[in-house]
Nanobody, 120 residues
């Protein structure tokens, strides 16, 4: 079983930046496409970004396109989400997970997530 640990969240002013990291255990990490999701209070968890197993392809939700960048390091079993030009609508708990071809989460389990709060 792959375990996922997210980190890097915090409080930032609108227009600021944060870099989130997802550390995954397990030797099979490099086989999976990986994604970031987020959940704001009283909202459903939503897709943010995904990256293919090799790192050669990425996909973004329209709401973050041009502001967020996803990357991965298979040697270190990590996935990073660089978030720039943050706005209050980005406030949420951010999670990582493997993703299937429809960009839906693959694993039934989730890490603890990391809180991102953007003040206006």
């Amino acid at each position: 079983q792959v375990t996922l640990v997210e980190s890097g969240g915090g409080l930032v002013q609108a227009g600021g930046s944060l870099s989130l990291s997802c550390a995954a255990s397990g030797r099979t990490f490099s086989r999976f496409a990986m994604g970031w999701f987020r959940q704001a209070p009283e909202n459903k968890r939503e897709f943010v970004a995904a990256i293919s197993s090799s790192g050669g392809n990425t996909r973004y939700a329209d709401s973050v396109k041009g502001r967020f960048t996803i990357s991965r390091n298979n040697g270190k079993n990590t996935v990073t989400l660089q978030m720039n030009s943050l706005n209050p609508k980005d406030t949420a708990v951010y999670y990582c997970n493997a993703v299937n071809s429809d960009y839906d989460p693959m694993f039934d389990w989730w890490g603890q997530g990391t809180q991102v709060t953007v003040s206006s």
